[in-house]
């Protein structure tokens, strides 16, 4: 049988990783400053990850949501505390786009109404509602075309104010990322967030902070909508929530009721991955990630903005993208090839950084120096 081909693919082969490095094949090490596409919070093969994984495993790994799971509620109350959030309420499911299915759906149960705005270049995932909310049509199947959600320009308070105005009433949810991902690291301002916030109080429409890639420490807040000093109503979360585990969740605010039946998983909140997701955050609070994030990030930024050849460095912690110039435009590349380094990219020009939140300041001067030399090259 083949593998349906839909992803184009690096020809390596990874077979070993710890920390910030992967290995292929040949034995050959690669610096990982994409982290798996932002999955890699706490470091590759992180050794209490693994332990925690281990002894769970041999425990028990899954049992259905019929019956009391008490690593959830462990899970629920260390992510309150972490997240500065203790009074919300955490309902468990496996990936980013069903964190935001869920969320999507919660808003418009909780309003009875039918209306989302999302915003030009979100990503948001690739299942119905999440990719309706998607700005990118080539991903949208037919079946999920809808006219319930309204696309609106990133940062545009004026915009946003006059949609609220003509329609306030029918929009069930705002959902924005604090700093937009795979639509090439853009940052929402303080100002936009803080108008969704008093927006959606006027209107009563619920603020989803889509935290998938942003959120869990890597903006150096734990979300990344925590800069604007504002409170969403619910918070998805993916990535790095597992460190590679696969587990997805939505922080719902405490004024959203719940009723039994009104969302539900199979897998969602099982042992295994809840045991996952408390190492991570027990290793985030022991190594003091989030605190590392915004430091290293903030110097990361700093030399990057030395580098001349490259333009328009932003972002927020280890969550920084920066446009490469037509005339070296093959960078990523080369960086993979000839200096075995992993980053991301997003369409048409920029690179994105999204390394593991422990990575150290030596393995960033390692990157800076290998990126001078492959620019000049
Ligand atoms: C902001 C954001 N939301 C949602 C998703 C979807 O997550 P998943 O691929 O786990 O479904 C992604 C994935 O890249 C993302 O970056």
């Known amino acids: 049988m083949k593998l349906f081909d839909v992803y184009p693919l690096n020809p390596i082969t990874i077979t070993k990783a710890s920390g910030s490095y992967v290995w292929d094949d040949q034995g050959t090490s690669y610096l990982d400053m994409y982290g798996g596409h932002a999955v890699i919070s706490i470091g590759h093969t992180h050794p209490h990850w693994v332990k925690r994984i281990e002894d769970q495993l041999n425990k028990i790994a899954f049992y259905s949501n019929s019956v009391i799971i008490p ?4 899970l629920a109350e260390k992510l309150g505390k972490l997240s500065g959030k203790e009074d919300y309420q955490l309902f ?31 990503f948001h995932g690739r299942t119905s509602l999440a990719v309706a909310a998607t700005d990118n049509p080539a991903i949208v199947a037919p079946v999920n075309e809808t006219d319930q959600v309204i696309f609106l320009p990133f940062n545009d308070t004026t915009t946003l104010q006059a949609c609220f105005d003509a329609q306030g009433k029918e929009i069930a949810a705002v959902i924005i990322e604090g700093i937009q991902g795979v639509g090439g690291i853009n940052v929402a301002s303080d100002e936009f967030l803080q108008l969704i916030r008093s927006l959606c109080n006027e209107h009563g429409s619920v603020y989803i902070a889509d935290s998938v890639q942003c959120g869990y420490g890597r903006s150096g807040k734990f979300f990344a909508h925590d800069h604007a000093g504002v409170y969403a109503d619910i918070y998805s979360m993916a990535k790095g929530m597992g460190n590679g585990f696969p587990i997805g969740g939505i922080l719902i605010g405490p004024h959203i009721s719940p009723k039994h039946g ?5 897998f ?91 990575i150290s300041r030596q393995q960033i001067n390692d990157f800076l120096d290998a990126l001078k030399k492959a620019i000049t090259s």
Do not use: W
């Open 268 to 358: 969602g909140g099982n042992h295994l991955a809840c045991a996952a997701a408390l190492a991570v955050l027990e290793v985030m609070e022991s190594e003091n990630l989030i605190q590392l994030a915004a430091d290293n990030g903030a110097y990361l930024m700093q030399e990057l903005n030395k580098i001349e050849a490259i333009t328009h460095v932003r972002g927020k912690g280890l969550m920084i993208g920066f446009d490469v110039p037509d005339a070296i435009r093959d960078l990523k590349k080369k960086l993979l090839s000839e200096y075995h380094i992993f980053t991301g990219e997003a369409k048409p020009n920029v690179i994105r950084l999204l390394p593991s939140l422990a």
């Open 71 to 74: 690593l959830q509620q462990q």
């Open 92 to 122: 468990l499911c496996n990936s980013g786009a069903e964190a935001n299915e869920n969320a999507l759906k919660l808003a418009s149960f909780h309003t009875g109404r039918k209306k989302i705005v999302a915003f030009k270049k979100s």
């Open 262 to 266: 009104m969302l539900g998983t199979t």
